[in-house]
Antibody
Framework: QLQLQESGPGLVKPSETLSLTCTVSGGSISSTSSFWGWIRQPPGKGLEWIGS???????YYNPSLKSRVTLSVDMSKNQFSLKLTSVTAADTATYYCARLGRWLPFDHWGQGTLVIVSS | EIVMTQSPATLSLSPGERVTLSCRASQGISSSLAWYQQKPGQAPRLLIY???TRATGVPARFSGSGAGTEFTLTISSLQSEDFAVYYCQQYHNWPPRTFGPGTKLEI
């Protein structure tokens, strides 16, 4: 059974870089039918898609975050990662990693990790 | 960008009732519409994709319909575990993948 697990610091200072990793188990990150993505949810608010990528390195970003986001993959560890630069309090959210298909929705989700941006 | 809207924002209902949630896309998205259920402290769970196909393990009391710009999610008889927030999301034209603001079902 496919499982995803986010990891990374729970506290990041303003202006610094938020870095999270998603470890995939029960399946290969190099599956040709899978894309991998990040979604975030500020406390008490709705869901916002951050970006998605294919194992080959093709990446797709939300235009509202594109200038600050980088997604990458480490096939040797079956992991993919998110970097968000120049964070502010507005980036405080629970960050989820998920699997999706190119023309399919997010069908497997990690449990989420809360990241607080504060000095 | 395709904007998704949902109505109503909150619904107060009782177990056993039938409920229909609405989702609208700002432009046609064919049937590329998913519904998710989110309970407090949990990740969203995929319920419906392709506007009307139930995901694995989703009870038959959940059904989806619609195409183009208008979609609905119906729960035929509310169970206590169904009280949650429901989000619709389009994946027809991306990036970006966009979610609706959610509808909260409360007892």
């Amino acid at each position: 059974q496919l499982q995803l697990q986010e990891s990374g610091p729970g506290l990041v200072k303003p202006s610094e870089t938020l870095s999270l990793t998603c470890t995939v188990s029960g399946g290969s990150i190099s599956s040709t039918s899978s894309f991998w993505g990040w979604i975030r949810q500020p406390p008490g608010k709705g869901l916002e898609w951050i970006g998605s990528m294919f194992y080959s390195g093709d990446t797709y970003y939300n235009p509202s975050l594109k200038s600050r986001v980088t997604l990458s993959v480490d096939m040797s560890k079956n992991q993919f990662s998110l970097k968000l630069t120049s964070v502010t309090a507005a980036d405080t959210a629970t960050y989820y990693c998920a699997r999706l298909g190119r023309w399919l929705p997010f069908d497997h989700w990690g449990q989420g990790t809360l990241v607080i941006v504060s000095s | 960008e395709i904007v998704m809207t949902q109505s109503p924002a909150t619904l107060s209902l009782s177990p056993g009732e039938r409920v229909t949630l609405s989702c609208r896309a700002s432009q046609g998205i064919s049937s590329s519409l998913a519904w998710y259920q989110q309970k407090p402290g949990q990740a969203p769970r995929l319920l419906i994709y392709g506007a009307s196909t139930r995901a694995t393990g989703v009870p038959a009391r959940f059904s989806g319909s619609g195409a183009g710009t208008e979609f609905t999610l119906t729960i035929s008889s509310l169970q206590s575990e169904d009280f949650a927030v429901y989000y619709c999301q389009q994946y027809h034209n991306w990036p970006p993948r966009t979610f609706g603001p959610g509808t909260k079902l409360e007892i």
